[in-house]
């Protein structure tokens, strides 16, 4: 599946006249292997561990290519600091974020998504996106 990720990046690079680089491809392969919402500094560490030349702005920028190309999401969940997630071929799912030690738990439930459609009829609205963040405690910190 990476490859095809690959080709999506390179796409977006080619047409926006940029140049796809080995960095970014070590940093996209790293990023679409993270299972977790990671910070850019997280990923960073990550890719430090396999490639300790690559510096943190080339983190940076290729995630916001890969922000741009549609192949992450960015999120803010309140902490002062952007999370990412790969959204590419990923089935919709909402979060519920611990206040406490910081832990995301996804989750899709099809009441929420039924309620949401019918709540958007009733007022004569379109959904073209959402997201849905619950905070609270996890079975840990509670």
């Known amino acids: ?12 690079i080619s047409e926006n006249k940029l140049k796809i680089t080995k960095q970014r491809r070590t940093v996209l392969k790293i990023f679409l292997e993270c299972k977790d919402h990671v910070s850019i500094e997280e990923l960073y560490q990550i890719v430090l561990k396999t490639e300790p030349k690559i ?8 995630l916001a290519l890969l922000t741009k190309s549609g192949l992450a999401l960015e999120m803010d969940f309140g902490d002062g600091q952007k999370r990412y997630e790969s959204s590419y071929r990923s089935d919709h799912h909402d979060h519920m974020v611990c206040t406490e030690c910081g832990k995301i738990l996804e ?3 099809p ?8 709540v958007a009829k009733q007022k004569n609205f379109k959904i073209t996106s959402h997201k849905l963040d619950l905070f609270g405690l996890c079975q840990h910190c509670k």
Request: proline share 0%; charged share 30%.
């Open 55 to 62: 510096g943190l702005a080339t983190v940076y920028r290729t």
């Open 107 to 109: 989750f899709n439930h």
């Open 1 to 12: 599946m990476v490859s095809e990720e690959i080709n999506v990046l390179e796409e977006y």
């Open 111 to 118: 009441l929420i998504e039924k309620y949401q459609e019918e």
